[in-house]
T-cell receptor, first 114, second 114 residues
């Protein structure tokens, strides 16, 4: 079964600085999707960014970008110019190309210091 | 602009009681999902419905049943609640199955079983 590992339970960053959250996954599939979700204290799950494994180009969404290393099975999230509103739990998730079972990591709690 | 609506938001049950969690989406999505989130863990898929009239088991289906009542509504039932089912439950929907379209989440239901 696919597993997703987030090795950093907690991270902190100074406002306006850059932070990188780590994620690794285990799979035998060649085609799949990877996601980063943000969960603020309100509990709502918000999609931050999505990467398709067959695309070599790293996905970007404004201040959020990923470093996708397929061979290393690594999918890190970089947040640039961190803002106080970025403080939340961040979950990395994996979904195989031909199934509906999205697997989540345990999450990284990000604190942003003013 | 409701998106995915879950009811109730909070519920306390006694062991052995039954309960149905309701979920409705107004985005005309074909696929719907039920997840549970336990402390210190990411979300785990309980059941999903790829399209109206179909349901399939996810990673942790034991102790649950689901009904896709129509395209809008997808309910989760606990027939005989157990303390191990204490969790936060999330419903999600997506335009299509698999990872091609992002999932949109409700705000969650916090369920405590005594």
């Amino acid at each position: 079964a696919q597993t997703v590992t987030q090795s950093q339970p907690e991270m902190s960053v100074q406002e306006a600085e850059t932070v990188t959250l780590s994620c690794t996954y285990d799979t035998s599939e060649s085609d799949y999707y990877l996601f980063w979700y943000k969960q603020p204290p309100s509990r709502q799950m918000i999609l931050v960014i999505r990467q398709e494994a067959y695309k070599q180009q790293n996905a970007t969404e404004n201040r959020f970008s990923v470093n996708f290393q397929k061979a290393a099975k690594s999918f890190s999230l970089k947040i640039s110019d961190s803002q106080l509103g970025d403080a939340a739990m961040y979950f990395c998730a994996y979904m195989g190309y031909n199934n509906n079972d999205m697997r989540f990591g345990a999450g990284t709690r990000l604190t942003v210091k003013p | 602009n409701a998106g995915v609506t879950q009811t109730p938001k909070f519920q306390v049950l006694k062991t052995g009681q039954s309960m149905t969690l309701q979920c409705a989406q107004d985005m005309n999505h074909n696929s719907m999902y039920w997840y549970r989130q336990d402390p210190g863990m990411g979300l785990r898929l309980i059941y999903y419905s790829a399209s109206e009239g179909t349901t399939d088991k996810g990673e942790v289906p034991n102790g649950y049943n689901v009904s896709r009542l129509n395209k809008r509504e997808f309910s989760l039932r606990l027939e005989s609640a157990a303390p191990s089912q204490t969790s936060v439950y999330f419903c999600a929907s997506s335009e299509g199955a698999r990872g091609r379209q992002p999932q949109h989440f409700g705000d969650g239901t916090r369920l405590s079983i005594l």
